[in-house]
């Protein structure tokens, strides 16, 4: 809502004219001006001056030399405008040394074809008045002395203009006068709205039929002839351009400076063209169509209210008029409408085509229902004043009483809720200055009638919060709570705080990433179909909630390799959302993306491998549930299709499946550009208990000596090193502490299809050193085993000395 | 013959006395300590020189005898003792030698156990809000992201058809269950299902229609709630004052002013004094992240309005309770200098790696 300082000005005799104390007196009693600016600004510095000669440009075509006459002295401008009077013409000239922030422009002496000028003739858009920059203003040949400062001849033409952004519970501050109401009650000055004559007529005789009293409580009209629409004067084009709305005619204007004012909004309909001098205020027919103003054709709903005349639809109530019933140049006779619509009805018009006007915009956060007959006089003053005409009738229907709210304040409430004690004096004060009549006095009650201009106030916590508001909240002292601790319901923030704890300490980065995706994605990545579609998506590739983490992190990384950021160690961590019952099982899951090359010390650089993608993924779990999960791999059939066929595995933790890890499908790289391999995993958290205390119990440290041997076998490359490491332990049985792999070599000496895979044993008895003897039996049974289970050779197996 | 023999080996145990420094010294200058030990080796080894020296004495009488033994005994000590010393000075200048070799090159990168891994700035900022919450005394609550209408809007007190709504632009399914807006659903959630005393915090993911420099479809919310007998507005006033000082560092004022969300009354929105332009003097110039008014609003608030307890089943008469809510992308914002809301969501790794 824009408000204008002058306007609010002379509703509150007294209103200081600093506009920073206006404005922080508004928010700081909840009505927020966001903004302050100068309409006009410019104007003061310029004059009304008086053209005395008009030549030629000596050497431009289309240019004048304009000789103006200043008052005290005469000067020469050059000047392009199409339309420089007459001798003897009024016009307005910006002096040297004017800035016009309309143009951002500094009048300064300036040469134009060997001319120099000092000074320009403005026209209303190098002022900021109004969008017109055709033509420079011109003033009939006797408006003033010329000389006359322009803001003494045309105060209109500047303005302070307030930018308050309106919560929706105040429909009250749409309007000037209820702002105005509202600063005579913050700066305790008297409030002085216009008081329009109660309009004296007959009845006039279209008659007026409302099918629904809940939808149209109440519908006020006037008729008016003969009236000469027109361009309105400079103060009433000053005052809505200064509040963003554009002049259109006199006429029209007028319900717009009504809107402006009462913040009810109105409207006016060519008499001529109303059909069978009848307004039914009714729901749309089946198949009714109405063309409103802005040329739009709207096949109408049932659920729409219309203003309709004999022979159709002529307005959509409360949001737009009618082309039909247009007022015109043309236009001779009015029909003046000032009703009150119900705000749930509006609201859902305007909103079923996409419509938000003024009115609709009031409408549906509730108008002053008790203002209709104030607010026509005044359209109708108006009318009369800028356009002429007779008011040839009044007609008014009330369909149904709104009863004014009743409502009790207790003072003990009041202070137990704000732990603050406030007058009762000062409350009621405060009270009655909004409008609210005091109904009653009890011993710690007072019951207040609400005014018609606060239909947000219903209850004993409003007028708390209205006095509260007014006496300002900064009055009520800050104080320590006493809050009495609860216990944590859910704990998934607690299991994604140690996932990204213990992410970010394997040297991941956490990414944040939508929750909705693509549904072409979720096929793409083998995902479960989703399970929750939006009705209605921002954007075509965010139309369903994800079943799967990896679309946003992948999406991340793409953007990461098209800005030449090829190495990423990437998690994100949140919900995915699956089939449930009636809301979706959202599941807390992880996921990361390792691409490129990680890092190394000094040394050449690697690309991550699936051994890094296991590491990692194992590490994670380990960290969280402090047992470590086994990477198995996928049979064919049963593999994810986003993953590579040979680097695909599950991760099983107990013998539960809690994720899949694996180089992302060449296919899927393509798919989405990604422009490189990625190892992805992802991890469901909701089988995860991060609650599994570590169960650790002491183990005697061993006392005998270990003794090592170490084998390697050459087999074929496709035997599974874990094969041959389970073998070598189950032989080696209650004697081998350790088996680890050490080497695998490939190449150089070794046959094609051949793999040399080389484990380092540990031997150790519990209770005794163990003989040479004994360990090199042990150890040769073992070689025996896997060289006949895996058809290998003995490369070598010796006996490591101890240091 | 036996004095013959005597003289022999006083003769050759002066020679051995008179070399065995020089020998040991060239030994140990041309082949430092395993020379050492091998020239030592070759006086006192079994098959040294004084052994051979020694072993001559069988040939002469008892006292001679013990003459001769007293003398190999003495010298044998004194080149024990010359060994000795000179393994240390070698030991020594090793030590010395290694100690003043040209140092390590510190400069080259120390070898981290593992690649630094980043927060997201949101959740750094998510997990410091709740530790400061979870130290006043409130639990943290879950919530889900999608949320019946009558949990999200209709409890919280929003009239249906109202302008309030497009206060929060939502995303809504085809079943007719929407994205929350807020975590305000919690509120209705804990509510319903507890019995006050309750003090709670909500943080998660809401959704919202809208896309520019200051809005994300989807952000993060952190929510609390206090219900309880006789919770008066003063004391959501403390509580918020409290966190800002936390958050943003003693001193820092918070500033109240009247604003409106349907599921509270009184409602407030609260600024603190910028953090960005504060003089030593603590006086605030005035700034473009403040706009110039030295106040930056980080959150809305309000006393729980009644007729959310009563959807409830929460006797408004007999408790009562504050709310307050806030962004985390915009704290976040705030707190690193960030200019627009989308960098938080596209996971520049440039970006990322600054947290």
């Known amino acids: 809502m824009k408000a204008s300082l002058s306007w609010l000005q002379s509703l509150v005799p007294g209103l200081p004219g600093a506009p920073d104390l206006v404005a922080a007196r508004l928010t700081g009693a909840g009505l927020e001006v966001e903004g302050v600016h100068v309409f006009g600004a410019g104007a003061e510095c310029c004059l009304v001056v008086r053209v005395t000669a008009v030549r030629p440009h000596p050497s431009r075509e289309g240019l004048r030399l304009v000789t103006v006459d200043r008052g005290s002295a005469s000067q020469e401008l050059v000047c392009g405008a199409p339309n420089v009077p007459e001798p003897g013409g009024m016009v307005v000239l910006a002096p040297l040394g004017t800035y016009l922030p309309a143009k951002d422009m500094t009048i300064e002496p300036r040469a134009i074809g060997g001319v120099t000028s000092e000074g320009m003739l403005c026209s209303e858009a190098e002022l900021g008045l109004s969008t017109d920059g055709d033509g420079i203003i011109v003033f009939a040949p ?39 109401r509202e600063l005579s009650v913050l700066f305790e000055l008297p409030f002085a709205p216009p008081m329009p004559a109660r309009l004296a007529a ?53 319900t717009n400076l009504v809107l402006l004012e009462y913040g009810h909004p109105m409207h006016a309909f060519d008499l001529a ?130 009863e004014p709210g009743r409502v009790s304040l207790r003072m003990t409430r009041m202070t137990q809720l704000l732990g603050h004690a406030i007058d009762r004096d000062v409350s009621t004060r405060v009270l009655k200055s909004l409008g609210f009549v005091l109904d009653e006095n009890g011993s710690d009650a007072d019951t207040y009638r609400v005014p018609t201009h606060r239909p ?162 194992v590490s994670l779990v380990e960290r969280l549930v402090h047992s470590t999960p086994e990477v198995v791999p996928f ?19 107990a013998g539960k499946e809690i994720g899949q890890l694996g180089l992302l499908h060449p296919d899927v790289v393509d798919a989405i550009d990604l422009d490189g391999e990625a190892w992805v995993a992802e991890i469901d958290l909701s089988l995860i208990d991060i609650d599994v205390p570590k169960r650790t119990r002491f183990m005697p440290i061993a006392k005998f000596p270990i003794s090592s041997r170490d084998l390697a076998v050459v087999v074929s490359e496709n035997i599974l090193a874990g094969d041959v490491a389970r073998v070598i332990g189950a032989v080696a049985g209650d004697l081998a502490e350790r088996v680890d792999i050490f080497d695998r070599f490939q190449g150089g000496t070794l046959p094609t299809g051949q793999v040399s895979l080389a484990f380092h044993v540990v031997y150790r008895a519990k209770d005794r050193t163990l003989t040479d003897a004994e360990i090199d039996a042990k150890h040769a049974a073992v070689v025996t085993a896997v060289t006949s289970r895996f058809g290998g050779t003995l490369r070598a197996w010796y006996r490591q000395e101890p240091e | 013959m036996s004095t013959e023999v005597e003289a022999q080996i006083d003769q050759s145990l002066a020679t051995l006395r008179a070399a065995f420094s020089p020998r040991f010294e060239a030994a140990a200058g041309a082949g430092g300590e395993p020379a050492l030990r ?73 070898r981290a156990p593992t690649p630094r891994g980043h927060r997201h700035p949101v959740s750094s900022v998510r997990e410091e809000v709740l530790d400061i919450f979870a130290s006043l005394g409130f639990a943290v609550h879950d919530g889900p992201e999608i949320e019946l209408k009558e949990n999200n809007f209709t409890r919280l007190g929003f009239p249906p ?70 919770v008066t ?86 408790y009562t309770g504050f709310a307050f809510g806030m962004g985390v992308e915009r704290v976040a914002m705030l707190r690193y200098g960030i200019p627009d809301i989308r960098l938080l969501f596209e996971n520049d790794p440039r970006f990322l790696s600054q947290f």
């Open chain 1, 456 to 617: 947000d106030v219903s209850r004993e916590v409003d007028l708390i919060e209205e006095v509260a508001r007014v006496v300002g909240l900064d009055a009520i002292a800050a104080v320590r709570p006493r809050v009495r601790p609860s216990v944590p319901v859910g704990g998934r923030e607690r299991l994604i705080r140690r996932v990204r704890e213990e992410a970010v300490g394997l040297g991941l980065s956490e990414a944040l990433t939508y929750a909705f995706v693509a549904e072409g994605d979720l096929a793409l990545l083998g995902a479960p179909a989703p399970a929750v579609r939006l009705a209605n998506p921002l954007h075509e590739h965010h139309t369903v909630m994800r079943t799967t983490l990896l679309p946003g992190l992948l999406q991340a990384a793409a953007r990461a390799r098209r800005h030449n950021e090829r190495h990423l160690r990437l998690f994100a961590v949140g919900s995915i959302f699956l089939e449930g019952g009636e809301l979706p099982a959202e599941r807390p899951t992880v996921a990361f993306l390792l691409g490129g090359e990680r890092p190394a010390f000094l040394s050449r650089l690697q690309s991550y491998d699936a051994w890094d993608a296991k590491g990692l993924a």
């Open chain 2, 38 to 110: 091998e020239e030592n080796a070759k006086i006192l080894g079994k098959k040294g020189e004084l052994t051979a020296i020694l072993k001559q004495m069988g040939t002469v009488p008892g006292d001679a005898r013990k003459r001769i033994g007293e003398k190999v005994n003495l010298l044998k000590q004194e080149v024990e003792a010359r060994f000795e010393a000179l393994i240390k000075t070698l030991a020594a200048s090793k030590r010395d030698a290694e100690l003043n070799a040209l140092p390590f090159d510190l400069t080259l990168p120390g």
């Open chain 1, 273 to 402: 063209l109303l059909r069978g001098e009848k307004v039914h205020v009714r729901l749309a027919r089946a198949g009714e169509t109405l063309r409103t103003l802005d040329g739009v054709d709207r096949s109408l709903d049932g659920d729409d209210l219309v203003i309709a005349d004999a022979a159709g639809p002529t307005a959509l109530a409360g949001v737009m008029g009618g082309a039909g019933s247009e007022v015109k140049p043309t236009t001779e006779n009015l029909f003046f409408e000032c009703a009150y619509f119900d705000p749930r009805t509006v609201r859902r018009s305007a909103r079923r085509y996409g419509m938000h006007t003024e009115s609709s915009h009031r409408f549906e956060r509730g108008v002053d229902h008790g203002d209709t007959d104030n607010a026509l006089a005044r359209a109708v003053a108006l009318t009369q004043e800028l356009a002429g005409g007779l008011l040839q009738g009044v007609k008014r229907v009330d369909q149904k009483a709104i």
């Open chain 1, 142 to 180: 006797d408006f003033v002395p010329p000389g006359t400062p322009l803001l003494e001849a045309w105060p209109s033409a500047s303005d302070t203009i307030f930018e308050i952004s309106l919560t929706p519970n105040r429909p009250d501050g749409l309007g000037h006068i209820g702002l105005a």
């Open chain 2, 233 to 318: 507005f003063a004391e959501l006033k403390g509580t918020l004052a409290e966190f800002a000082e936390r958050l943003y560092g003693p001193g820092t004022p918070i500033r109240m002013r009247p604003s409106y969300f349907p599921f509270v009354e009184p409602g407030a929105e609260v600024d603190i004094g910028c953090v960005f332009c504060i003089q030593p003097s603590g006086t605030r110039r005035g700034c473009s992240v403040c706009k110039r008014t030295g106040w930056i609003e980080i959150l809305g608030c309000g006393m729980i309005h009644p007729v959310v307890f009563e959807h409830c089943g929460i006797d408004p008469e007999r």
């Open chain 2, 161 to 230: 058809d109202h302008p309030a709504t497009d206060m929060q632009d939502t995303f809504w399914t085809t079943s007719g269950t929407l994205l929350r807006t807020h975590t305000s659903n919690v509120q209705v959630r804990a509510m319903m299902s507890q019995k006050p005393p309750m003090a709670f915090v909500a943080p998660g993911a809401v959704y919202r229609r809208d896309d520019d420099v200051t809005h994300s479809p989807m952000f993060h919310q952190i929510e609390g709630f206090v219900v309880d007998e006789k």
């Open chain 1, 202 to 254: 007959r009845e006039h005789d279209v008659a007026i039929v409302i099918d629904d009293g809940e939808r149209c409580p109440h519908y006020a009209s006037a008729i008016l002839l003969g009236v000469n629409v027109g361009a309105s004067p400079a103060w009433v084009r000053h005052r809505l351009n200064s509040l963003g709305v554009r002049a259109i005619s006199n006429v029209v204007d007028v």
């Open chain 1, 635 to 653: 049979e064919a059939t049963t593999r994810p299709q986003h993953l590579h066929p040979r680097a695909a595995g599950r991760l099983v933790l």
